[in-house]
Nanobody, 124 residues
Framework: QVQLVESGGGLVQAGTSLRLSCAAS????????MGWFRQPPGKAREFVAA????????YYAASVKGRFAISRDNAKNTVYLQMNILKPEDTAVYYC?????????????????WGVGTQVTVSS
């Protein structure tokens, strides 16, 4: 059973940066696609970014493309989300997700295991 633990959330001002980390337990991390999702207050969970098993492929939601960057370190069993030029509309609980497949998509159902989330609040 793979477990994911997010960290790095907090309260920041608009225009600043934050880096989220997701530490994974289990031997399958290095062969698993990983993703980040977020859930704004009162809204459904939405896709943010995804990365293939070896980091060779990444893709982003249109709302974050050019501001956020997903990366991974398989030696540390960790995936990151660098968030720059944060906006108040980025406020959400951010979830790390993992897939049993080497490449995965942008739908919640594409992922097999989830972290408990970390709160990111961006003030204007």
């Amino acid at each position: 059973q793979v477990q994911l633990v997010e960290s790095g959330g907090g309260l920041v001002q608009a225009g600043t940066s934050l880096r989220l980390s997701c530490a994974a337990s289990g031997r399958t991390f290095s062969t698993s696609a990983m993703g980040w999702f977020r859930q704004p207050p009162g809204k459904a969970r939405e896709f943010v970014a995804a990365i293939s098993w070896n980091g060779g492929s990444t893709y982003y939601a249109a709302s974050v493309k050019g501001r956020f960057a997903i990366s991974r370190d398989n030696a540390k069993n960790t995936v990151y989300l660098q968030m720059n030029i944060l906006k108040p509309e980025d406020t959400a609980v951010y979830y790390c997700a993992g897939s049993h497949r080497s490449h995965s998509g942008s739908y919640v159902g594409d992922y097999d295991y989830w972290g408990v989330g970390t709160q990111v609040t961006v003030s204007s």
